[in-house]
């Protein structure tokens, strides 16, 4: 499994740590905090589409909290997923 090989590849404490991150849910207003601008924010939500799968339900609230959170508006939000999904 790719997920397993990728923390093996790290040292003990630091394959901890990354096991710990990855069972803990992502935070949208947390994420949304590190945007410095519009376009930081667009690229934010671009990335997050890209791994989060909208059709899943906990994926589409992260997705729709994150919009939110980055202040964009749900027509801006569609276009970005639709530009990552078909681009």
């Keep these: 499994d790719e997920e397993k090989a990728i923390i093996n590849a790290y040292p003990p404490t630091d394959a901890e740590t990354l096991n710990e991150l990855l ?3 992502p935070d949208p207003v ?4 590190l945007a410095t601008s519009d376009q ?4 934010i939500y671009a990335v997050s589409a890209r791994v989060a799968d ?9 997705l729709d ?11 801006s939000a569609a276009l970005i997923e639709t530009e990552v ?3």
Excluded: H, N, S, V
């Design 23 to 25: 069972r803990t849910p």
């Design 30 to 33: 947390a994420i949304a905090a």
């Design 40 to 43: 930081c924010a667009a690229e």
């Design 54 to 62: 909208g059709t899943i339900p906990a994926d589409r609230d992260y």
């Design 65 to 75: 909290r994150l919009a939110m959170a980055l202040k964009l508006d749900p027509g």
């Design 85 to 87: 999904r078909t681009g």
